[in-house]
């Protein structure tokens, strides 16, 4: 089974709206992280945090992490249409990289 | 080449044949793994390759899927007697160490099983 959870699977909102998407996982890791993909094709790495981070920016990106309740939240502020996209977390504990299911969001022009 | 190169794009085969599906990695990253993904769903861990190590196979379905890697450069994934449950894209990333400091990802190959 997938080592992390993305709630919401769907998500959509107007342009410049802020948008938040978080992810569960269930065992220890070295790291987290979110990537992006479009059209079902490949994906992109935005942003990593370590297990002894707890919040990291990346321009629009914000991203926590509470390793005591196991879970994380992507934030994108003043979302853009051309956010729209598969979001997915990603955990590497040990040597494998697991991801969850993703979360589709939709940003309306 | 810049980026992680997969090939072919899309590829359409009769049940029952062979695939073989080729990943080039980026120079010199050690750690190379394949993904498949379902259409909607998430990628599903398939088998992991980290420099001269024995690779993780864990991930794959069935002996009908393997993959090869020589040292670190390309690596092949084949699956042998193609079923329609095979239909997916098909995955590949690699990193300069195990650790999975951000890894680069091939834009994937389409597969088909008609």
């Known amino acids: 089974s997938q080592q992390g959870e993305e709630d919401p699977q769907a998500l959509s909102i107007q342009e410049g709206e802020n948008a938040t998407m978080n992810c569960s996982y269930k065992t220890s890791i070295n790291n987290l992280q979110w990537y992006r993909q479009n059209s079902g094709r490949g994906l992109v790495h935005l942003i990593l945090i370590r297990s002894n981070e707890r919040e990291k920016h990346s321009g629009r990106l914000r991203v926590t992490l509470d390793t005591s309740k196991k879970s994380s939240s992507l934030l994108i502020t003043a979302s853009r249409a051309a956010d729209t996209a598969s979001y997915f977390c990603a955990t590497v504990g040990g040597s494998r990289l697991t991801f969850g299911e993703g979360t589709q969001l939709t940003v309306n022009p | 080449g810049a980026g992680v190169s997969q090939s072919p794009s899309n590829k359409v085969t009769e049940k029952g044949k062979d695939v073989e599906l080729r990943c080039d990695p980026i120079s010199g990253h050690t750690a190379l793994y394949w993904y498949r993904q379902r259409l909607g769903q998430g990628l599903e861990f398939l088998i992991y390759f980290q420099g001269n190590s024995a690779p993780d196979k864990s991930g794959l379905p069935s002996d009908r899927f393997s993959a090869e890697r020589t040292g670190e450069s390309v690596s092949t994934l084949t699956i042998q007697r193609t079923q329609q449950e095979d239909s997916a894209v098909y995955l590949c990333?690699?990193?300069?160490?195990?650790?999975?400091?951000?890894?680069?990802f091939g834009s994937g190959t389409r597969l088909t099983v008609v």
């Open positions: 990333a690699s990193s300069f160490s195990w650790s999975g400091e951000g890894y680069t």
